[in-house]
């Protein structure tokens, strides 16, 4: 699995409030919710995120709350992978098991820049920083997660075991 | 067999494995999986999808509708009917509807939670069940969805962590005082993955409603689960709540943990924990200028009798500040008749206070108390956030029901000393 895209940069302990606050958690659609991300930092987060795709952070990326409207949103805004030098357990889970690609890439706040052209194996675990020049390691992506992730989510893995089952 | 923690070998039972160790992928039958209000329609949703869409144990599962409750908004009331369709399609008996109170008050007051167990629940709260010598961890709604489906779910082993903490916390310190000075010292990511086990003559002496107060704000600093081991007091608990037959699991002595971090919470003020995070913690004496304009008191972490007696014990008698809005919500409605009971609701009333129903509310700028611009709110809830509470130029500070109460007397931030009888 490789994504390209530009780096939208954000900075450490980005919680879920932040990400998708309280008030639309009464919201199912992700389309609707897709308009509302990253509201707590301003409004203009949906209209960057499609001209980029690939949300860069600090440490502790979506800490909080389990809302899973967290990763949808980001998702369906058009985040396409998400890389941050560290991540809040529960929001990591979330966002594999929809599908969205998370990857822990220690030292990534300081080697990428908004706007700057990423590369990003997910199965070999690195980040290329095209702008720059530079390669980055990330922290492999177990096998068992990669299977989830390349089924589109977690549901679809559950079928396929229900499946089996039969 | 190597030496095992309490986390370890619970996962270790539910997995059916002998062992495990941190790392390990494993996949483990979850003995409970709860899921609420806002978190619940999406796990419908998820199972759904599915060509047939099922629930292999329905009796493990446990819904409770407390963020939007009673329903504020149309959009809310179609969460709810969605939840009570499902319970009735799915025949779940654990149904929890509007009323009841907040899913981690009532989980273990109506018998759900058990040592031992290994529990996921669709909200980050979950952990408060550590409390309790549970494996209790906060997973996402499709989480919920393939758990309930499968009747299992992944977990990566986590490292387990040790807070051992000392001396004898006495009122009006309780357990809000000893996590807010745990996280401050540990910060928002200090335990990131971990199992944390508190242990320690303060974990001892205190009361089961201030062990769940620590438990349920481990998340807080990024904890999996925060558990204790299983004692008098808990087995009192159980006991009352119709419990038998627990089996406490207990930490082999010379098992691992990845750091060991020594607590004194003898001598300690009463702690606050200033905006924009839970970990950005102060002494209440560094903050005694900041003006509040709402106190609130309630929540998973704070809404407990505990919290009402002693703010009732602060407020007996005397009026809260004109220019403050003192908002109590009860956190169960069992909580709400005792505390009727014992007339703790007639004596906040007459202070002043604003008495809601159960439900999760103004916690997470839901409903019943949300925040304007440049308002300040000291409140017994776990989280701070930028935002969290209502609009994002609000300030939120994190403390104990003692120094809110104390605090909507005087109407700035109060060491509950100050204003305490004798």
Redesign the interface.
């Known amino acids: 699995m490789i994504l390209e895209g530009k780096a939208l940069k954000y900075g450490d302990?980005i919680?879920t409030?932040?990400i998708i606050?309280?008030?639309y958690?009464?919201?199912?659609s992700p389309a609707e919710l897709a308009a509302h991300a990253m509201e707590?930092g301003g409004p203009e987060f949906p209209r960057k995120i499609r001209e980029h795709g690939i949300l860069v952070a600090g440490?502790?990326f979506g800490?909080?709350?389990?809302?899973?409207?967290a990763?949808?949103a980001l998702k369906h805004a058009g985040t396409r992978c998400i890389l941050a030098e560290?991540f809040?357990?529960?929001f990591f889970?979330?966002s594999v098991?929809?599908g969205l690609p998370v990857l822990e890439c220690p030292g990534i706040s300081r080697q990428v820049s908004t706007g700057d052209l990423l590369k990003v194996n997910l199965a070999e675990g690195y980040v290329e920083n095209s702008t720059r020049g530079v390669r980055l390691k990330a922290k492999a992506f177990?096998d068992?997660l990669l299977k989830i992730l390349e089924r589109g989510?977690?549901?679809a893995?559950?079928?396929a075991?229900?499946g089996e089952e039969e | 067999m190597p030496p095992q923690t309490m986390a370890e070998k619970i996962l270790a039972r539910a997995a059916g494995l002998p062992y495990v160790e941190p790392g390990d992928?494993v996949e483990a039958e979850v003995d409970r999986v709860m899921v609420n209000d806002?978190?619940g329609?999406?796990t419908v949703?998820?199972l759904r999808?599915?060509?047939?869409p099922?629930v292999a144990h329905p009796e493990r599962l446990i819904i409770v509708l407390d963020?939007?409750t009673p329903a504020d908004?149309v959009?809310?009331a179609r969460?709810h009917k969605i939840l009570r369709e499902f319970a009735s399609e799915f025949h779940v008996e654990n149904f929890y509807d509007v009323g009841w109170g907040v899913c981690h008050q009532v989980l273990p007051e109506e018998g759900h939670v058990a040592p031992g167990m290994l529990v996921v629940?669709?909200?980050?709260h979950?952990c408060t069940y550590g409390a309790f010598g549970a494996f209790a961890t906060?997973?996402?709604?499709?989480?919920a969805?393939?758990a309930l489906?499968?009747g299992k779910l992944?977990f990566k082993v986590p490292e387990s962590m040790k807070i051992e903490v000392k001396g004898v916390p006495r009122l009006p310190l309780t357990g809000k005082d000893v996590i807010l000075h745990i996280i401050g010292k540990v910060g928002?990511?200090g335990a990131?993955?971990r199992s944390v086990e508190f242990t320690g003559e303060a974990i001892s002496a205190l009361s089961m409603d201030s062990r769940m107060t620590i438990s349920n704000m481990a998340v807080e600093m990024?904890a999996?689960a925060g558990l204790m081991e299983v004692d008098e007091k808990t087995l009192e608990f159980l006991r009352q709540v119709g419990v038998g037959g627990a089996k406490p699991v207990k930490s082999d002595p010379e098992a691992s943990y990845v750091e060991t971090l020594e607590v004194d919470v003898g001598g300690l003020e009463p702690q606050v924990a200033a905006p924009p995070?839970p970990a950005n913690v102060k002494p209440v004496s560094e903050l005694s200028s900041v003006e509040v304009d709402q106190a609130f008191l309630g929540s998973c972490t704070n809404g407990r009798l505990e919290d009402l007696r002693i703010a009732a014990r602060i407020l007996k008698g005397r009026k809260v500040a004109s220019r403050v809005r003192f908002i109590v919500i009860p956190a169960s409605r069992r909580i709400y008749e005792q505390a009727l009971e014992e007339g703790l609701i007639q004596t906040l009333v007459k202070a002043g206070a604003v008495v809601g129903p159960p439900t999760c509310g103004p916690c997470?700028?839901?409903h019943l108390g949300?925040l304007a611009e440049d308002e300040v709110c000291i409140s017994t809830t776990n989280?701070n956030?930028?935002?969290?509470m209502g609009s994002?130029k609000a300030e939120i500070y994190l403390a104990s029901a003692a120094t809110v109460a104390a605090s909507a007397l005087t109407g700035r931030i109060t060491d509950p000393r100050e204003v305490m009888a004798e």
Request: one cysteine or more.
């Open positions: 302990n919680n409030d932040l606050p309280g008030k958690l009464i919201l199912t707590g440490r502790n800490c909080g709350s389990s809302r899973e409207h990763p949808l560290s809040a357990r529960i889970r979330n098991n929809l177990p068992f989510g977690l549901m893995y559950v079928e075991r229900l | 992928f806002l978190t329609p999406l949703e998820a999808k599915l060509s047939r099922r963020h939007q908004s959009h809310s969460l629940g669709a909200d980050s979950t906060g997973v996402g709604s499709t989480d969805a393939a489906a499968l992944w928002e990511d990131n993955y990024g999996k995070s997470l700028g839901g949300v989280r956030f930028t935002g969290r994002p």
